[in-house]
């Protein structure tokens, strides 16, 4: 994924082949286990940690985003994940996420350095899990196995609780009889629904006649009606919503009046460019976002809409995850941090209004 001069790129969720999504397609992909880049050296535990709650994040979507000019970034993904629980999701606040860059160059140890053939018989092949232990439940770095049968392996003791619950009880004895056996293990309420993310250039119409206010106001209350406003704000009093528009009317009205164009965009890709901000509030200053650690500054690569909330699929009671929208920012060199390991990059959290939990 890659924006020409100053377009911008839609993201949108696709349901996809599931085999279509692993690594050696180099995929870009909402839900699921993460399709790593770099087979080996994975993110550490300590690092994948909710830094609120300190249960494991889940793997929210990755962005491939090559840059072939730079011969080490030939391939180059970024990884985004985020903690379910509701009660960490505080007001433009950014602790219950976290980012990732990692990148190959052409010739690599994993990847043949021509495009890949799509045939389901070799997909798995190569994969994390011929590299180093990896997670039954989550598809992370795992460092601990099943106490009884010591076949299954997991991130951590939350991680194989749950399986035991869910499913490995059932077959925890006969693992050691059978190793195919692990692989009937297919329940899993760890893992978010997976969808393949798709991309089109956006398309903006050579002009477009202002509307009234209450024209405005008519379509924002039908948008926030509909399937593709975040479900909490469905059910939000229109007074709240009539006092947004007036504090935040300009800016507002601008990131409404964009993705109508194409409502169900989930992604904004425009790198080294603006974000669309949903508020005039919390927007960044440039000492806000921190350098790389190598001294480059970051830049802003893309940004997750408000609409793939409707494709979480999270049922916490009223304590919800919530967004107005995620901006990532990377390392304007892309340095060569990120091959050997995967490195953290800066997410910026901005949400919809101000009646949001403190």
């Not at 890949?116 to 590299?131: F, L, M, Q, R, T």
């Not at 202002?210 to 469905?234: I, T, V």
């Not at 976002?289 to 609409?307: H, L, S």
């Amino acid at each position: 994924m890659a924006a020409a001069s100053n377009s911008v790129e839609l993201g949108f969720v696709e349901k996809r082949t599931p085999w279509k999504l692993r690594s050696k397609f180099f995929p870009s992909k909402f839900g699921g286990c993460p399709a790593w880049l770099r087979l080996n050296n994975l993110p550490n535990r300590s690092d994948m940690l909710c830094k609120t709650c300190k249960k494991p994040l889940s793997f929210l979507m990755q962005v491939y985003a090559p840059i072939p000019e730079i011969e080490s970034a030939f391939h180059r993904t970024l990884f985004l994940f985020v903690c379910v629980y509701g009660k960490c999701n505080l007001r433009n606040d950014n602790t219950n996420f976290v980012v990732f860059r990692n990148q190959l160059p052409r010739k690599n140890e994993f990847y043949s350095s021509e495009p890949p053939i799509y045939n389901e018989k070799s997909s798995s092949d190569p994969s994390a899990g011929k590299y180093q232990p990896i997670c039954v439940v989550c598809g992370c770095a795992a460092s601990i196995k099943c106490s009884k049968c010591s076949e299954v392996d997991y991130c951590c003791e939350d991680h194989r609780d749950n399986d035991w619950k869910w499913n490995h009880q059932n077959v925890c004895e006969k693992e050691s009889n059978n190793s195919g056996t692990k692989k009937k293990n297919i329940v899993n309420k760890f893992l978010l629904p997976e969808y393949e993310l798709v991309t089109e250039t956006e398309e903006l119409p050579s002009t477009t006649p202002e509307k009234s206010d209450e024209e405005k106001m008519k379509e924002y209350r039908q948008f926030m009606k509909s399937a593709k406003a975040p479900k909490d704000l469905q059910d939000d009093p229109l007074d709240e919503l009539d006092n947004l528009m007036k504090k935040n009317d300009k800016a507002f009205n601008k990131f409404q009046k964009r993705i109508k164009l194409e409502p169900e965009q989930v992604l904004r890709y425009q790198k080294g460019e603006t974000p669309l901000w949903v508020s005039a509030e919390h927007v960044p200053s440039e000492k806000d976002i921190p350098n790389c650690n190598c001294g480059a500054k970051r830049i802003f690569e893309f940004q997750v809409m408000p609409q793939l909330l409707n494709y979480l699929s999270i049922d916490n009671g009223d304590d919800i995850v919530d967004w107005g929208t995620l901006a990532v920012y990377t390392c304007s060199k892309s340095c060569e941090q990120g091959i050997e390991n995967y490195v953290k990059e800066f997410i910026w959290k901005q949400d919809v209004s101000d009646n949001r939990r403190e």
